[in-house]
């Protein structure tokens, strides 16, 4: 049985796809993003399709919807999620054609394992923990009811390994995350991945400069933080964060200037405020387009359009 695992490329899709792969050891695995999904699932042709942690975008959604039905009179599909449904289609809409595992609040990973945990070897829940804590959803019953079972401390030491090491070039390619998701699916741990522990210690150097930048250059908008046009790229959720800390506001906003858009990052220390929500309708007001996680979020919108929308972000929370 031809087996094809799609997964998201951050720390919490790793894991869900090392998770599917000890339940099927023999599956290719291809990552994906919300952007190309519905490109790289009309590419992808097998009996079993699982697919992870990706998030049905508002404008592809329809199309993806379209697309699992007619995959699915030759592939059992599985899929597993955390993020929205968009409002363009309903839950039904996916479940009809595939196993549709999905649930907000929890991580990807977790998911994946609660499925599988009867056909796999108990020891990987410890990767469930690792994409549980990577996507800051680590606060379920699942992740305190299973954690007292380990040594968290060195599960912690093993998680940041792989959050951190996959931060650098070295591990920014495909094939060096398939390495890793193998590495994992076999029972090992990120610390057994040639390199990573480095890779991670550079990492962790780059986030302790990046911060002294954050505290130099982040300025308040309203009541919210900014740090615009960062040097180094590979941070945005810890920059964003970090203009929050030092400013000591309750959200953080990282942008980038890119061409004719602009890239926004945002974080929370302590709000209620759903990020997700508020990029996504902020975002959308002034022609750009936004989603994410209650916790984390992001959005892209047009050239010159920062300020009306730094204006109904505040607008937003108060
Ligand atoms: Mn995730």
Same mark, same amino acid.
Do not use: G, M
């Given at each position: 049985m031809k087996t094809v695992i799609l997964s998201h490329a951050d720390c919490d899709g790793i894991c869900s796809a090392a998770i599917a792969k000890a339940k099927f050891p023999d599956a290719d695995v291809f990552f994906t993003k919300p952007v190309s999904f519905l490109r790289d699932?009309?590419?992808?042709?097998?009996?079993?399709?699982?697919?992870?942690?990706?998030? *049905?975008?508002?404008? %592809?959604?329809?199309?993806? &919807? $379209?697309?699992?039905?007619?995959?699915?009179?030759?592939?059992?599909?599985?899929?597993?999620?955390?993020?929205?449904?968009?409002?363009? *289609?309903?839950?039904? %809409?996916?479940?009809?054609? &595939? $196993?549709?595992?999905?649930?907000?609040?929890?991580?990807?990973?977790?998911?994946v394992y609660r499925h599988y945990q009867n056909e796999i070897p108990r020891e990987r829940v410890w990767i469930a923990l690792y994409g549980a804590i990577g996507d800051y959803e680590d606060d379920t019953p699942f992740v305190h009811e299973r954690i007292i079972n380990w040594d968290r401390r060195a599960l912690y030491f093993e998680v940041s390994t792989l959050i951190l090491g996959i931060k650098n070039k070295q591990f920014a390619t495909y094939d060096a995350k398939r390495d890793i998701v193998e590495t994992l699916s076999l029972g090992k741990n990120p610390s057994d991945v040639p390199g990573l522990v480095r890779s991670a210690k550079e990492a962790v150097t780059r986030e302790f400069k990046l911060y002294d930048y954050v505290k130099q250059h982040a300025e308040k908008t309203g009541k919210i933080a900014v740090i615009r046009n960062l040097p180094n790229f590979g941070f945005r959720g810890p920059a964003a964060l970090f203009a929050a800390t030092v400013n000591n506001t309750d959200i953080g906003m990282m942008f980038i200037e890119r061409g004719d858009h602009t890239d926004v990052t945002a974080r929370k220390r302590n709000s209620s405020t759903e990020l997700n929500i508020m990029m996504e309708e902020c975002a959308d007001a002034v022609g750009g387009s936004g989603g994410g996680h209650p916790g984390a979020a992001g959005a892209r919108i047009p050239k010159g359009s920062m300020d009306k929308f730094m204006h109904l972000c505040n607008k937003y929370i108060s």
């Open positions: 699932l009309q590419d992808t042709n097998a009996d079993i399709i699982i697919i992870a942690d990706i998030a *049905i975008t508002r404008k %592809d959604a329809k199309k993806i &919807a $379209e697309l699992l039905k007619i995959k699915s009179r030759t592939s059992k599909i599985s899929y597993f999620d955390h993020h929205k449904v968009p409002d363009v *289609i309903s839950e039904a %809409d996916i479940s009809s054609s &595939a $196993e549709y595992i999905h649930q907000l609040n929890v991580s990807a990973s977790e998911l």
